[in-house]
T-cell receptor, first 114, second 113 residues
Framework: ETGVTQTPRHLVMGMTNKKSLKCEQH?????MYWYKQSAKKPLELMFV???????ENNSVPSRFSPECPNSSHLFLHLHTLQPEDSALYLC?????????????FGPGTRLLVL | QKEVEQDPGPLSVPEGAIVSLNCTYS??????FMWYRQYSRKGPELLMY????GNKEDGRFTAQVDKSSKYISLFIRDSQPSDSATYLC?????????????FGAGTRLFVKA
């Protein structure tokens, strides 16, 4: 719908599991973002990529590992997560990292860590 | 003090009412102000953005920025049940990109038919 797709839409994992979230954008944008959205809390920006290069990392724990193989795809690799990491993980893209006003969001991956 | 404050609601109004959603902020460097709408089980969708002070209108929606009071508003005229969603404000300084964008926690709006 928005041109940004995310898979899976729902994920349940144990604390010792390793999983990956995938995001793909079909808008020809150059910047891609990962956000975390917890209940009743503001969106937290996790990572920003511009032209495949990571430009910002908001002090995210190393158990979250992003990967951006090209401008259309973004991954978030997860390992040894904690229950407090349960949240909605949103991917977004924009024409440029400075044009955040033109961000398009994907539908998110609802993650539950047991 | 949080950089951006937004009343979480919920706000419940009858169909056809004028809705006023608001955010206050503390950082005088903020220059870009955005409003997003988020339906249940969906990602946020950009509704409007404004630069610096003033008003901006788009159909039934009007965004207003008062930098002297550090206060922004989104007005929805002739509200419809389809407007029921969570509304997020966001803002950032002029010279920076996504990393310095700060979001409010969102206000949940219910429009009753």
């Amino acid at each position: 719908e928005t041109g940004v797709t995310q898979t899976p839409r729902h994920l349940v994992m144990g604390m010792t599991n390793k999983k990956s979230l995938k995001c793909e954008q079909h808008l020809g944008h150059n910047a891609m973002y990962w956000y975390k959205q917890s209940a009743k809390k503001p969106l937290e920006l996790m990572f920003v990529y511009n032209f495949k290069e990571q430009t910002e990392n908001n002090s995210v724990p190393s158990r979250f590992s992003p990967e951006c193989p090209n401008s259309s795809h973004l991954f978030l690799h997860l390992h040894t997560l904690q229950p407090e990491d349960s949240a909605l993980y949103l991917c977004a893209s924009s024409q440029d990292r400075l044009l955040v006003e033109t961000q398009y969001f994907g539908p998110g991956t609802r993650l539950l860590v047991l | 003090q949080k950089e951006v404050e937004q009343d979480p609601g919920p706000l419940s109004v009858p169909e056809g009412a004028i809705v006023s959603l608001n955010c206050t902020y503390s950082n005088s460097a903020f220059q870009y102000f955005m409003w997003y709408r988020q339906y249940s089980r969906k990602g946020p969708e950009l509704l409007m953005y404004t630069y610096s002070s003033g008003n901006k209108e788009d159909g039934r929606f009007t965004a207003q920025v008062d930098k002297s009071s550090k206060y922004i508003s989104l007005f929805i005229r002739d509200s419809q049940p389809s407007d029921s969603a969570t509304y997020l404000c966001a803002m950032r300084p002029r010279e920076t990109g996504g990393f310095k964008t700060i979001f409010g926690a969102g206000t949940r709006l219910f429009v009753k038919a």
